[in-house]
């Protein structure tokens, strides 16, 4: 494990690698959510991550422990700031990538980070995962820019009671609101799932199965066509689903996923 940093757009930003012994194949860049950084996402995850084989993981900071991701309507230091999230991705791919695939995990205002990658740096990701964050809706969207969509895998988790980003979509309740300094509405899960599935050009329906009590796969796929997966965790909380429980009050985590092994699976590692 090594703490690095960065100069980008005037600000040193800091950063944690943890490289696998034997070298590694690809880059997974992990956002933290709203009052974390890269130590304590770590610690909330178990340090999970770091045993996705063949990965090296990336933990970044954000700036006040928030990232300027893809909603219009927040009001926190880092979007009040405008700082410059994407360039401070761009910039650790380009020194730590070495050509190889890059690949992020965002959970909550990581998760919205990812979406804001996504649209404005097509391209930059081999594939992306959103735990715990939804597509904002369009009259909450930043204007990210008209780059062209690169088609990309993307795999999706989100709990049904999940008491912060609501699985069924909206606004986050009020007292959140004030909390966290946002505003505006986000799309449904299966809603965020099915705008992605759409910007990949998959027609065709997607198809449910049901893999325990409490958890549930929707896939968009087509031949040709980088799929979209939604894991539902029926009960789930704003956790991510794992070995390691989240705070109570986050609501519950389920040990039916183990998140780095769905995406080690969905990306075939």
Same mark, same amino acid.
């Given at each position: ?14 950063y944690t ?20 950084q ?8 178990? $340090?999970?991550? @770091?045993?996705?084989?063949?990965? *090296? =993981? /990336? ?5 006040? %422990?928030?990232w300027?991701? &893809? ?10 700031? $405008?700082?410059? @999230?994407?360039?401070?991705?761009? *910039? =650790? /791919? ?5 050509? %190889?695939?890059?690949?992020? &995990?965002?959970?909550?205002?990581g ?8 649209h ?5 990701? *081999? ?10 809706a ?7 820019g008209d ?9 999706l ?6 008491p912060?980003v ?5 606004a ?11 505003g505006?509405?986000l ?13 990949n ?15 549930s ?7 040709g ?5 939604l ?22 985590t389920?040990?039916h996923?183990h ?6 699976e969905f990306?075939?590692f």
């Amino acid at each position: 494990m090594t703490d690095r940093s960065i100069e980008v757009g005037g600000r040193t930003r800091t950063y944690t690698v943890v490289t696998p012994e034997g070298g590694f194949d690809r880059l997974l860049l992990a956002f933290h959510g709203s009052g974390q950084q890269a130590a304590s996402h770590r610690t909330f995850t178990g $340090n999970a991550f @770091d045993d996705i084989k063949r990965t *090296a =993981v /990336v933990y970044l900071d954000g700036y006040r %422990r928030r990232w300027n991701d &893809s909603r219009l309507h927040s009001r926190f230091p880092a979007r009040r700031q $405008n700082i410059d @999230d994407t360039g401070f991705a761009e *910039a =650790v /791919v380009a020194r730590e990538a070495g050509g %190889r695939p890059v690949y992020a &995990s965002g959970y909550s205002n990581g998760g919205g980070l990812v979406i804001r990658l996504l649209h404005e740096r097509p391209g930059l990701l *081999a594939g992306a995962t959103i735990i715990a964050a939804g597509q904002p809706a369009p009259d909450n969207l930043l204007d990210l820019g008209d780059a062209p969509f690169v088609p990309t895998p993307i795999l999706l988790i989100h709990g049904t009671r999940d008491p912060l980003v609501r699985y069924a979509g909206g606004a986050m309740a009020p007292w959140a609101q004030f909390l966290f300094r946002v505003g505006g509405s986000l799309l449904s899960a299966p809603d965020t799932a099915a705008y992605f599935a759409a910007r990949n050009g998959i027609a065709a329906l997607p198809s449910t199965v049901d893999l325990t009590a409490e958890l549930s796969r929707t896939d968009y796929r087509e031949d040709g066509r980088p799929p979209v997966t939604l894991y539902t965790v029926h009960g789930g909380g704003h956790t991510i689903p794992g070995r390691t429980p989240s705070p109570a009050l986050l609501g519950r985590t389920t040990s039916h996923l183990h998140t780095p092994g769905a995406i080690t699976e969905f990306f075939a590692f």
